[in-house]
């Protein structure tokens, strides 16, 4: 079975006016999250299976832009395994604050940024 799409996410160096932007452009709920550093979470208002997101600041003009997380078991694994196929880890496992489980971040071999959760 492959791996699905669990999560996206859109970075932007404004993130409030990105924040502003997708509320108002698709009607979805963003809330702030506070302890998070100006990231907000995404309720698409979709139902209860469909992805959630986040929007929030990049930390750079490489962090900017639109990424998709895939739902994994094990992080390590599939950034080695990402490695061996031509890709790059740019970001090792970091635990997220509450309970909301660990990601960590490659580029594949065209440089596009792809997110792991588990």
């Known amino acids: 079975m492959g791996q699905p799409v669990a999560y996206f996410e859109i970075n932007s160096p404004d993130h409030k006016r990105a924040q502003d932007f997708y509320a108002q452009m698709f009607d979805w709920n963003v809330t702030a999250v506070p302890e ?61 604050p509450g309970d909301a489980g660990q990601i960590a971040i490659f580029t594949d071999p065209d440089g596009n940024a792809v997110g792991l959760w588990s």
Do not use: F, Q, W
């Open 36 to 96: 998070m550093g100006g990231y907000s979470l995404v309720d698409t208002g979709a139902g209860e299976d469909a992805i959630g997101g986040g929007i929030g600041p990049s930390d750079s003009p490489a962090d900017a832009g639109v990424k998709i997380y895939m739902r994994v078991d094990d992080l390590s694994a599939y950034l080695e395994r990402a490695e061996r196929l031509g890709g790059k880890t740019v970001m090792s496992p970091i635990t997220l």
